[in-house]
């Protein structure tokens, strides 16, 4: 059977390859990780059959668990405070919307952590929930790593920020996209996307749009379609131009 | 219809009733409340109709949402930490067994919170979730007062250290009062269970143990019934007493 190659080899500390996973991990994390065990278990397949020292498993499926219960609590105290008018029906349907196995499987693509994975079971057979999976588990390296205020923020600032959009999820909002286009049509602004990244296939695959407009980039983005990817530059860029948009 | 009595009247401030409110929170709390009116909400059932200067409803309701949420994170990392042979499926199952409505609604009479709850619908016609519910959002209610890890904190001490007992709901120790008969009887100590305290009927029952162990009381406990004081109480002792007993 072929093993995976990826970026670490768990076995060795502060190898080359802990090297660039690190470098690659402070890019995603936004802040550089304390302990890279934490990490390398969450992207470790059971079919490595790893066990520590004390013979307990090392894979992802407990950091899962851990992962999940955090992004409820943090998910559950945003929309608490974020819609005071919700009652506890639509706070819950909105959570679920939100950490629903579908969206979970996006995040963990456009977060490319599949690059990470340690696995003796070739990517075409783990279907497509190993991304929402090792993304819970992410979550959960991320809690034991930093504890639950640094997860907090990282959750805010890399998943409800960009992702998290409570108008689309009730559907107010059907895209950022055509909103930002009306409103630089009205004000008579140039624009265009741009695709300045596009490589991967299948589950690897990739793209990066850069938002301009009046020959100035004001946002980028990147996913795993050059639709997403899009929509989720105009959602930035809607918001740095909010005021000016909502005046008009 | 009747307007059940509290000992709070929330639409005043620091009145009376708010230091006694605030008195016996804080006993129970084991620290002083910030912000009273977090658990006046907690406390409030929808049959009051109270809404704020909003117009947003007052009551537990929303509170039950953010409440089960934080204890389902600080349990969920109390198992991880605590059972490192757990998988996924064992994690889960014992979060359930933790958080199940019925034990819920225990640690809400255990608290005794339903002496705060301000309805206009009387006790009787609340139905045993009362319980589980106000108490879940007086976890709310804690985080919103003072973060998650107060709150995480307030669960570890006055609800796991004394009530999450994981040999107990695996089923390996069926009672701790019989663990600590046997070894008094093999240490020839002389031990009793006293009563001290027997007040209230029906949801508002209450007992209050004390064990005496060679004429020194070496733990106390209040519960819903004569038998889980005892057993609370005899698990304390276990506790205090576990290396010698575990050395025998």
Redesign the interface.
Known sequence: MRIIKNIFQSSRSHSPEDGIFFDKLTSILGFKPNNLEHYKKAFTHRSMNKTDE?G??INY??L???G???L??VI??HL?SKV?????GY??KM?SKIVSREHLNELGKDFNLIQFVESKVSFQHFGENIHGNIFEAFI?AI?LDKG??FC?KFIHKKIIKPYVDIDRLEGKVISYKSLLIEWCQKEKKQFHYEIYDDNGTGNLKHFGVKLHIDNKIVAKARATSKKKAEEIASKRAYFVFQSQIDTK
């Open positions: 004390n307990h498993a499926e407990r899962e668990f851990l999940d219960a955090m409820g609590s559950a105290a608490f005071p008018t919700g009652d506890e706070l819950t959570r959960g809690y639950y205020s907090e």
